[in-house]
T-cell receptor
Framework: EAQVTQNPRYLITVTGKKLTVTCSQNMNHEYMSWYRQDPGLGLRQIYYSMNVEVTDKGDVPEGYKVSRKEKRNFPLILESPSPNQTSLYFC???????????FGPGTRLTVT | LAKTTQPISMDSYEGQEVNITCSHNNIATNDYITWYQQFPSQGPRFIIQGYKTKVTNEVASLFIPADRKSSTLSLPRVSLSDTAVYYCLVGEGFQKLVFGTGTRLLVSP
């Protein structure tokens, strides 16, 4: 089944403890992206990647890192999480620039 | 980057046609207009995309006037399961796509 998977789905952590949220897609898509969703703010793009080893900042990149070492994986790294990064995170992929995005199921992160 | 404006919420009843309009006055020549649907605690799901005039698929129609400064998503004969948040996106490619806050549609029996 064609899909985008994220792990973990739920995570509660403490301030400053490094964490990684994994994202994987099995559709051989070139483009991948991370979003966060907060009440009243909609979805905001954190980082995106147009190909292996090619990444760029979205609207809210501060406090996040990403890597794209292989086409299928696009992990989101929080080196030192803070409470304001408590949010619902979505990974997405798409085959081309003008094509639809396929979203993962989301990761609900709580930083205390 | 074109900013979009949508109504915050809309109410409808089962069986009615629902039209959600999105304003995007600063749309660029190469921008496409895309609509997504999102249910609570799920990722958004693609509904329809267009560049100009009218696009129709099995679930919705998208109307885009000649000046492309707005677009209207039309959902025919909505059901309770169409209760969701609908997002209008305008942009070219992948760079810095902005979803905005969307339109919360509530369909009642």
């Amino acid at each position: 089944e064609a899909q985008v998977t994220q792990n973990p789905r739920y995570l509660i952590t403490v301030t400053g403890k490094k964490l990684t949220v994994t994202c994987s897609q099995n559709m051989n898509h070139e483009y991948m992206s991370w979003y966060r969703q907060d009440p009243g703010l909609g979805l905001r793009q954190i980082y995106y990647s147009m190909n292996v080893e090619v990444t760029d900042k979205g609207d809210v990149p501060e406090g996040y890192k990403v890597s794209r070492k292989e086409k299928r994986n696009f992990p989101l790294i929080l080196e030192s999480p803070s409470p304001n990064q408590t949010s619902l995170y979505f990974c997405a992929s798409r085959p081309g620039l003008e094509s639809e995005q396929y979203f993962g199921p989301g990761t609900r992160l709580t930083v205390t | 980057l074109a900013k979009t404006t949508q109504p915050i919420s809309m109410d409808s009843y089962e069986g009615q046609e629902v039209n959600i309009t999105c304003s995007h006055n600063n749309i660029a020549t190469n921008d496409y207009i895309t609509w997504y649907q999102q249910f609570p605690s799920q990722g958004p799901r693609f509904i329809i995309q267009g560049y100009k005039t009218k696009v129709t698929n099995e679930v919705a129609s998208l109307f885009i006037p000649a000046d492309r400064k707005s677009s209207t998503l039309s959902l025919p004969r909505v059901s309770l399961s169409d209760t969701a948040v609908y997002y209008c996106l305008v942009g070219e490619g992948f760079q810095k796509l902005v979803f905005g806050t969307g339109t919360r549609l509530l369909v009642s029996p």
